[in-house]
Structures are given as structure tokens and as C-alpha cells.
């Protein structure tokens, strides 16, 4: 009896010790993170200096207007600032929704976006694939020279360029005429806006946009094609066979990238192209929130429309990386 | 090995297309060139398609007269050369503590980073922050609001990664403090992705007309983009003529051969740079897709 309280006892013991053992030890970790951060601090101490005016630059330049961003549910008012402005809910999104405009503008920026991935998206593709397949290293690299060089120009200059050779006595009217056809008034007709931009975008873009995949290919293993020579494939079944499954997992991220941002249509490139006439084919959420919030200081409400379109990217980017997964096992995260 | 006929013919069609492929990008840009060296009667007659026809350099005379193209050509340099600098330095200074896997906290400050590339506020509170910071209409606002890129963050720092860490640990050992190391054995290592990251950030400086558009109310603070927008996409280039002693048909002719002018210098910077440019472009693609 008296051996087994003594046991018990002993064992009690043996438990308080190791409670309190490890209540120190507790204590002891929690000491030892802070001693750490110390010691890390102390260590590298200059490399938290050399950080410290980013961090301020992306606290002030991109979590401020985060924090601003409220002023999409509230009645801005200068006087009384972001936080003093009183909120009214989903006033101004409900607004935007019963706006004459909504279903134009998305209409438009669908539209725009949708084209512009069905045609600037593959033809890069191709142009890899083909170039890939070029032997003469001086012709592919002629090549090249040649198809980046749009990529240095800037929108102001492309459009510009647009609009010289576009309009009703330019280049191509000129063409047209010469084998018998009536100009065309290509810039104010709103019913050839989404072809322009699209092609002067493809023109633009394919040869930088090729080179990722350039670089892709690159990286085949040349055993592969040789071993389905012998097997007597030709050039197209190896290209269609080897070199597209190898890219494969490049196009998916890419195109991930590329469908979850079909409703972020560029502002600068529709505002340029952008007149009285076209409005209709050619005004998208981006120009409106320029419009609306810089011109006519609708503050509040182009704020609203701002969030409702990001809003609308970021579920797309997520459901298209959810698809890729389902599909493909390839996605971003 | 022999060729198959279809390989042939696969061949072929090939370098066919791409002769095609590079004929239909590099024509419109030959045009503008030729267009701007010609009589522009030539053009507007549509007898000049190729080469020049009368050669001529009155439109860029008259591009060089012009004030507001000078200035404006003067402020976007200003723009590139201040804005490029400070975009490399914040570059340097987020890149390379974000490279040395001994910094405590890096994975949220890394995190910290990347998230505003998903989330931002936006054009309009990012607006009414420059308005309350009294930016409007500044030389600032035209460097500061863009001091530094992630992507470009994200580039440099997988260069620094790819030093080998036992250059900075021995320096470490000879007593060399963070400061000395970056500054005498990584940067002189970094030549390749410093010229990288000069010309992604001086083109885009050069190339951009949203901030302006945006921020900038003074004419004489235009950058040469929004001057060039004046010009080739409002036509405004009434007073660019009008002090000439030209008959009205006359004038019209000169409007178009100076906005084909206008085009080429505005260009002329990234022309003589694009062999360089290439050549890096290329190389910084490649850096950031090998961690993408």
C-alpha cells in the first residue's frame, strides 16, 4: 500500500517535473524566437535597411489605395476624406448595373478580350513551332530580328501608324482602290474596331510573345526525334507527336494567364483608337473608369466599377487555373 | 539522312510562310522610313511604296523646329534617365536581401511583394493618394508611383540566387560587412542583369504615355509620347505649319510628311539601341521564365 502510494507518488512527480520541464521550455522557445529575430537582426541588419524604402514604396503606392478602395462603398467627399466619408453600401454598383452603359461596355471588353486570346494566343505558338523547325541559323535569325522589332514601338506610335495607313487615302485604301474595290473607312466605322485592334496586335506581339516557346523547344531532347526518324516519322507527325507535347505545360500556364485576363482589356491602346464615332464597338470598362472617375470626378462610383471589374479577373483567373488542373494537371498554384 | 518528299515540301511551305511572316512586319515600318524621306505628294499620289521618291529632309526640318517636339524629346529623356535609375536601385535593394536565404521573414516579405501584382487598388484611389500627396503635375509623379516592378524584383533576385553563395560566405569570414559584400562582389558580378533591367525600364520610361496622360496638366511638362499624340492621333498641327508662307495644299502635303517624320524620331533612340536591345530582351526572358 504504502509502496504503491510512494509509486504513485513518484510517478506524479516524475509528471509535475516534466510539466513544468516543458512549460519552460515553452517559455525558453518563446525567448529563443525573440533572441533569434535579435540575432538575425544583429547579423543582418543592413539588409533590413537596404529593404526599408521598398517596403515604405509598396506600403504607400499599392496597400494605401487598397485601403482607399473603400471609397467604392462610400459618398466620397474631399473635404472629409476616405475615412470620414460616410458609406452607402452597394449604391454605386448597383448604379453601374442599371447604367444605360453596362451591358455595352461588357459586351465590348468580353469581346475584345475573347478575340484577342482566340487569335494573338496560338499564332505564337506556330511561329515557334515553324521557326523551330528553320536549319539555316543566319535565315532563323533574320527572322527574329525581324519579328521582335514591333515589340520596341510604342502604342502611341502603332496606333499612329494605324491610322496613317488606315485612313480613307492611306496605304491600304490605296490598295484596295488598285484592284477596283471603294475605300473603306476603316477608323470611324465602329464594326471594324475589334479587327483592328486584334491584328495590329498580333503584328505587335507574336514575334516577342514567340520566344518563350522558342525557348521551350529548345529544350527537347534531340534523341527523341531521332529515334522517331528511324521509326520513318515525318517532320509534321514529330512536330505534332514530340515538340507540342513537350511545350505542353508552357502553353497551359500561358494561356492560364492570358483567359484569366480576358476582362482586363487594356486601357491605352483602346483609348487611342478610341473616337466619337466608334464608341460604340470601342468603349471598355477601362476607358469608361478614365472617363467617368478622372474627367468627370466621379470618384466614388468609377471606383466601384474599378472593383467590380478586378473582382471579375481574379474569379476568372482562378476558375481557368481550376479547369487547367481538372483538364491538364498543369495550373499556376 | 535522305529527305522525305514531304519533308520536302514541308520545308518549303516553311520558310516560305516566315519569309511572308517577316515581309508583312517589316514593310509597314521600310514605309514609314521611305514615306518620311520622300516629297509627300509621292506618297499621297501612292507612287511611293517602297523606296523614297524625291528624297527630301524638309519634314524633318520642320519636326526639328517645332518647340513642343524638342521639349517634349528633352522631358522624356529627363523621365528615362532619373526614372531608370531610381527603378535600379529600388530593384537592387529589394532583389538582394530577397536572395540571401539567411534573411529572417523572407518568405512574407517576398509575399508582402507579390501580392500586389493580384490585388491593387486601382486606377482611382492610386489617383486621389498622388492628388493627396500633392504629385499632380510634378516631375515626380512621372518616376515615383512606378519607382520599382515585380517582375522585375522577382528577375534579379533569381540572378543574385544563382551566385554561388560561398563568394559572399568567404568575404564574410575576411570580416566584410552586407554593405561590402553587395556592393564589391555581387553588383561586379551583375553586370549582365543590371543591363538587363536598364533597358526593360528605359524602354518602358520612353514608350509610356499613361502616367502623363493621367498626372500631367502643363504642356511644357508633356513627355515626347503625348506630344506625339498631339500630333499623329488628334491632328493637332495647325500651329506647326501655319507660321509657314505654304498655300493651303501645300500644307496638307507637309502635315503628312511630318507625322511620318514625327514617327522615325520618336523612334530614333530605340532604332540605334536595337541590336542591344534584342540581344537582352531576349536574355531577360529567358532569366524570369526559367523560375516561371
Redesign the interface.
Known amino acids: 500500500m504504502t509502496n504503491l502510494s510512494k509509486d504513485v507518488g513518484y510517478v506524479e512527480n516524475i509528471k509535475k517535473s516534466r510539466e513544468k520541464k516543458s512549460f519552460e521550455k515553452h517559455q525558453k522557445e518563446k525567448k529563443n524566437i525573440l533572441v533569434?529575430?535579435k540575432k538575425?537582426?544583429r547579423?543582418?541588419w543592413?539588409?533590413?535597411v537596404?529593404?526599408t524604402?521598398?517596403?515604405l514604396?509598396?506600403l504607400?503606392?499599392?496597400?494605401?489605395?487598397?485601403?482607399?478602395?473603400q471609397?467604392a462603398f462610400k459618398d466620397?467627399i474631399a473635404t472629409k476624406g476616405?475615412t470620414g466619408s460616410p458609406w452607402v453600401g452597394f449604391k454605386h454598383f448597383e448604379r453601374f448595373f442599371d447604367s444605360y452603359y453596362f451591358w455595352r461596355l461588357i459586351k465590348n471588353t468580353l469581346g475584345i478580350g475573347i478575340f484577342t486570346l482566340a487569335v494573338s494566343f496560338p499564332i505564337p505558338i506556330i511561329?515557334a513551332l515553324?521557326?523551330n523547325?528553320?536549319k539555316s541559323l543566319r535565315?532563323k535569325k533574320?527572322?527574329q530580328?525581324?519579328?521582335?522589332?514591333?515589340?520596341?514601338?510604342?502604342?502611341?506610335?502603332v496606333?499612329?501608324?494605324l491610322?496613317?495607313?488606315l485612313k480613307t487615302?492611306g496605304?491600304v485604301n490605296?490598295i484596295i482602290q488598285?484592284f477596283g474595290g471603294s475605300p473603306i473607312s476603316f477608323i470611324t466605322e465602329p464594326a471594324w474596331f475589334k479587327s483592328l485592334y486584334v491584328f495590329s496586335d498580333v503584328?505587335q506581339t507574336m514575334?516577342w510573345s514567340s520566344?518563350?516557346y522558342i525557348?521551350a523547344l529548345a529544350a527537347v531532347d534531340p534523341a527523341q526525334h531521332e529515334a522517331a526518324?528511324i521509326d520513318g516519322a515525318?517532320?509534321?507527325q514529330r512536330i505534332i507527336h514530340i515538340n507540342i507535347p513537350a511545350i505542353m505545360p508552357t502553353i497551359v500556364?500561358l494561356f492560364i494567364l492570358n483567359a484569366g485576363s480576358v476582362m482586363a482589356v487594356g486601357?491605352?491602346k483602346v483609348f487611342?483608337m478610341q473616337n466619337d464615332l466608334n464608341m460604340s464597338t470601342s468603349d471598355v470598362i477601362?476607358t469608361f473608369?478614365?472617363r467617368s472617375?478622372?474627367l468627370e470626378a466621379q470618384?466614388s462610383f468609377?471606383?466601384a466599377v474599378?472593383?467590380f471589374?478586378?473582382l471579375i479577373n481574379?474569379i476568372m483567373l482562378i476558375m481557368v487555373n481550376q479547369i487547367a488542373k481538372k483538364v491538364n494537371e498543369t495550373s499556376l498554384w | 539522312?535522305r529527305e522525305?518528299k514531304?519533308?520536302r515540301a514541308?520545308?518549303i511551305f516553311?520558310?516560305v510562310?516566315?519569309?511572308i511572316?517577316?515581309l508583312?512586319?517589316?514593310y509597314?515600318?521600310i514605309?514609314?522610313l521611305s514615306a518620311s524621306l520622300s516629297n509627300p505628294e509621292n506618297v499621297?499620289s501612292?507612287d511611293m511604296w517602297l523606296w523614297p521618291k524625291e528624297f527630301t529632309l524638309d519634314a524633318y526640318e520642320k519636326v526639328f523646329q517645332n518647340k513642343d517636339i524638342i521639349n517634349g524629346f528633352i522631358n522624356t529623356l529627363k523621365y528615362t534617365i532619373f526614372g531608370t535609375i531610381l527603378n535600379v536601385v529600388?530593384t537592387i535593394?529589394?532583389a538582394?536581401?530577397?536572395s540571401?536565404k539567411?534573411?529572417?521573414g523572407r518568405g512574407f516579405?517576398m509575399a508582402?511583394?507579390v501580392f500586389?501584382i493580384?490585388?491593387?487598388?486601382?486606377?482611382?484611389?492610386?489617383?486621389?493618394?498622388i492628388r493627396d500627396l500633392g504629385m499632380l503635375n510634378t516631375f515626380w509623379v512621372m518616376i515615383?508611383?512606378n519607382?520599382?516592378a515585380v517582375w522585375n524584383i522577382i528577375i534579379m533576385r533569381t540572378f543574385f540566387q544563382s551566385i554561388p553563395h560561398e563568394l559572399e560566405e568567404s568575404a564574410m569570414i575576411d570580416g566584410a560587412?552586407?554593405?561590402r559584400i553587395?556592393w564589391s562582389i555581387v553588383l561586379p558580378l551583375s553586370f549582365p542583369v543590371i543591363a538587363v533591367m536598364v533597358l526593360f525600364y528605359s524602354?518602358g520610361h520612353?514608350?509610356?504615355?499613361?502616367q502623363a496622360l493621367?498626372y500631367l496638366q502643363d504642356q511644357e511638362k508633356f513627355p515626347l509620347?503625348l506630344i506625339?499624340?498631339q500630333i499623329?492621333?488628334q491632328g493637332q498641327t495647325d500651329d506647326m505649319i501655319k507660321a509657314t508662307s505654304e498655300s493651303f495644299l501645300a500644307q496638307q502635303l507637309s502635315v503628312e510628311g511630318l507625322?511620318?517624320a514625327v514617327?522615325i524620331v520618336?523612334?530614333l533612340p530605340?532604332l540605334m539601341l536595337?541590336p542591344f536591345?534584342?540581344r537582352y530582351?531576349?536574355k531577360g526572358?529567358?532569366i524570369g521564365?526559367l523560375k516561371?
Open positions: 533569434s529575430w538575425a537582426f547579423k543582418n543592413e539588409l533590413y537596404l529593404l524604402p521598398v517596403i514604396y509598396f504607400i503606392f499599392h496597400y494605401f489605395p487598397l485601403y482607399g478602395l471609397i466620397f476616405i511561329l515553324m521557326l523547325e528553320i535565315y533574320f527572322v530580328t525581324v519579328i521582335y522589332a514591333p515589340h520596341f514601338l510604342s502604342t502611341v506610335v496606333v499612329g501608324m491610322l496613317l495607313f487615302d496605304l490605296q488598285l503584328w514575334g520566344i518563350i525557348a526518324m515525318s517532320k509534321f500556364i486601357f491605352e487611342l477601362s473608369v478614365y472617375g478622372i470618384y468609377s471606383a474599378g472593383l471589374n478586378s481574379f | 539522312m522525305s514531304t519533308d514541308f520545308n516553311n520558310y510562310f516566315l519569309a511572316v517577316a508583312l512586319v517589316i509597314p515600318l514605309f514609314v499621297i501612292g529600388m535593394l529589394a538582394y536581401p530577397l540571401r539567411d534573411l529572417k516579405i508582402f511583394i500586389t493580384f490585388f491593387s487598388g486601382g486606377l482611382i484611389p492610386t489617383y486621389l493618394l515615383i508611383p519607382a520599382v560587412g552586407n554593405f553587395l524602354v520612353w514608350n509610356s504615355y499613361f493621367i509620347q506625339l499624340r499623329l492621333i507625322k511620318y514617327l520618336a523612334n530605340m536595337y536591345l534584342q530582351f531576349v526572358v529567358m521564365s516561371g
